[in-house]
């Protein structure tokens, strides 16, 4: 653990756990899909479900997929700016099966496209992302992050590859529909990219989106 | 790794604060001056936050604290010195700020938030310091702390609130001894005194939500950190050193029962009280 993980970060409390690590996962959402969502529904498992309100993590949740930092004072008040955002959202319940037992699954609307991330707050703040769009990964978000959706076929990971000009620290790749030819690939950078419309236009790329870590 | 003994070796030419800014380089490879102004920016939100939440009613998520700073904000102090009682409505103010979803510095960690400010906010108003030399100081209660988290742990889910409460306390005790005299062995000897007053304590929070008992916690545990200073600063030695401290409170921490780290299935809120209190929180929180 660093130093400046062990005297901070700034936050809103009362836990690391259930507001911060909540946060992250919700304002993940927030910037992969580039902006609020007109619709959200937070599925809650296991202690998150239980423990929710008293810990203050809808409003944690509430205020990532708005877009809110992890320090903003606001975000006590975060449903008066959802409110005022006209944004709809849902708690919902469920079990999501053997998984961390702070773990949210997260379906949002936005621009009439659907999309479902899921994700577990491990403690102290950190996050792990289990699910994109129903396909697994691992992601902690301490990276730069690209998500991109490709064509399942030869090179297309070269050629995506050979557009990054940055360092690639970890990379994964899973088919997600044989007969549609698609591949979801998920590459966790050292840098953040600047040619990301470059990486948008290969013939290859159906589907790209560019996560930014929280400084 | 973080070491006392390394740092204490260290520190016979180099100044205790800027041992540890080294030795942070050495691991992670980030610039001392990038590091000293991110802490920098940390520490002044403790003391805004410190002077904004001082002795203020707060309406904490479940109810059950929120007016404890605001009663000792009004009440003559018959015993504490007036460090000490400045000390003490500040650590109890931040500690209800975070059950409110107040902003805080996780120092070392949320629930543990309110020991830091409780001594920084008492050193700005009755020494009257400056910036550089507080944050000296921090810098310094950062390295008491990275000791502990690299050698044991402070989360409360894996050693108790010993490693939590007990890891903010050893940092407040080691900043104020630098303040006063740094002096590197006069920090670790009252670091050690510290976290051996509190051996053992147990994480047992009511509902398993961060405020009974945590906030009085911050309240008390700020008043052990002060007298754990004044000992060392006398001249007084802890018999085991620092380092033996933590990992004899890494051991302790690791045979407590799950019922005792977090879960709050153990200790107080297991008491009649607790739970029925916690029956009556469930109607208006699911």
């Known amino acids: 653990m660093n130093l400046l993980k062990v005297v901070g970060p700034v936050m809103v409390g009362p836990s690391s756990s259930h507001t911060l690590g909540a946060l992250r996962i919700a304002r993940f959402v927030y910037k992969f899909i580039e902006g609020r969502p007109e619709e959200v529904s937070f599925i809650l498992h296991g202690s998150f479900s239980k423990t929710y309100k008293g810990h203050g993590t809808d409003r944690a949740l509430l205020a990532g997929i708005l877009g809110l930092r992890q320090d903003d004072p606001e975000i006590k008040n975060v449903y008066e700016i959802a409110d005022k955002f006209n944004l709809k959202y849902r708690f919902l319940f469920e079990d999501l099966g053997d998984v961390h037992p702070n773990t949210v699954r997260i379906r949002v609307l936005k621009d009439g496209m659907t999309h479902e991330v899921e994700g577990s707050s491990i403690g102290g703040g950190d996050i792990k992302i289990t699910f994109i769009d129903s396909v697994p990964c691992e992601l902690s978000w301490d990276y730069d992050t690209l998500v991109i959706v490709n064509r399942d076929a030869p090179n297309a990971l070269k050629s995506i590859l050979s557009t990054i000009k940055v360092n690639v620290a970890n990379l994964y790749l899973r088919r997600v529909n044989l007969l549609q030819e698609r591949a979801l690939t998920i590459i966790e950078l050292d840098e953040p990219i600047n040619n990301l419309e470059e990486i948008r236009k290969l013939p290859c790329v159906f589907e790209c989106y560019f996560i930014r870590r929280d400084d | ?286």
């Open chain 2, 1 to 286: 790794m973080f070491i006392w003994k390394d740092i204490l070796e260290m520190s016979r030419n180099i100044p205790l604060h800027q041992v540890i800014l080294n030795m942070e380089m050495f691991e992670t490879g980030v610039d001392p001056d990038e590091i000293k102004e991110k802490l920098s920016k940390m520490l002044k939100v403790i003391l805004e936050e410190a002077e904004t939440q001082y002795g203020k009613k707060h309406e904490t998520l479940t109810g059950m604290t929120g007016d404890n700073a605001f009663k000792l904000r009004n009440h003559t102090p018959n015993f504490l010195s007036k460090f000490s009682y400045m000390a003490t409505v500040t650590a109890l103010s931040i500690a209800e700020s975070n059950a409110s979803m107040g902003r805080i510095v996780a120092c070392p960690t949320a629930g543990a938030s309110g020991v830091i400010p409780g001594v920084f906010n008492a050193m700005v108003k009755i020494f009257n310091p400056t910036f550089e030399e507080m944050l000296e100081a921090f810098i310094v209660a950062g390295g008491i702390g990275k000791v502990i988290a690299d050698k044991a742990t402070i989360s409360g889910a894996a050693g108790g609130c010993q490693a939590e409460i007990g890891t903010a306390a050893a940092m407040a005790s080691g900043a104020l001894t630098y303040y006063i005299a740094k002096d590197a062995e006069k920090v670790g000897n009252a670091a050690a005194l510290t976290l051996k007053s509190i051996m053992g304590l147990v994480c047992d929070p009511v509902g398993g939500f961060v405020e009974v008992p945590c906030v009085k916690r911050n309240g008390n545990l700020v008043n052990i950190a002060i007298s754990s200073s004044e000992m060392a600063l006398s001249g007084i030695k802890s018999v085991i050193p620092f380092d033996e401290v933590v990992d004899a409170m890494k051991k302790v921490g690791s045979s407590l029962p799950q019922s005792l780290r977090e879960t709050g299935e153990g200790g107080i809120a297991n008491t009649q009280t607790a739970k029925s209190l916690v029956s009556n929180l469930k109607i208006f929180l699911l």
